[in-house]
């Protein structure tokens, strides 16, 4: 069984940032992309970035482009999320998900084990 842990939410006003921290149990975390996703009271959960299994290989969404990056630690079983120039439409809970594969996914169907989630609220 594979568990995933997030944290570094948190507030922040506009402008801000926050680093997401997501620790994986297991011994074949190397081995699997990773994934952050974001899902917003009254919508789906979406994409925010994706890496495959060495870290080699990223992907992001339009709207956080040069805002966040995605790194991976594989000694540490941690994948991260900096998030730079935070915006208040960047609000959401934020889920790691682990992907079924070793190339980086862009759906959740494609994520077989989630974390709990962590809130980030950006003010105004």
């Known amino acids: 069984q594979v568990q995933l842990v997030e944290s570094g939410g948190g507030l922040v006003q506009a402008g801000g940032s926050l680093r997401l921290s997501c620790a994986a149990s297991?011994?074949?975390?190397?081995?699997?992309?990773m994934g952050w996703f974001r899902q917003a009271p009254g919508k789906e959960r979406e994409l925010v970035a994706a890496?495959?299994?060495?870290?080699?290989?990223?992907s992001y969404a339009d709207s956080v482009k040069g805002r966040f990056t995605v790194s991976r630690d594989n000694a540490k079983n941690t994948v991260y999320l900096q998030m730079n120039s935070l915006k208040p439409e960047d609000t959401a809970v934020y889920y790691c998900?682990?992907?079924?594969?070793?190339?980086?996914?862009?759906?959740?169907?494609?994520?077989?084990?989630w974390g709990q989630g962590t809130q980030v609220t950006v003010s105004s």
């Open positions: 998900g682990r992907a079924r594969g070793f190339s980086a996914k862009l759906y959740p169907r494609e994520y077989d084990y």
């Open positions: 297991g011994r074949t975390f190397s081995n699997y992309a």
């Open positions: 890496i495959n299994f060495s870290g080699g290989s990223t």
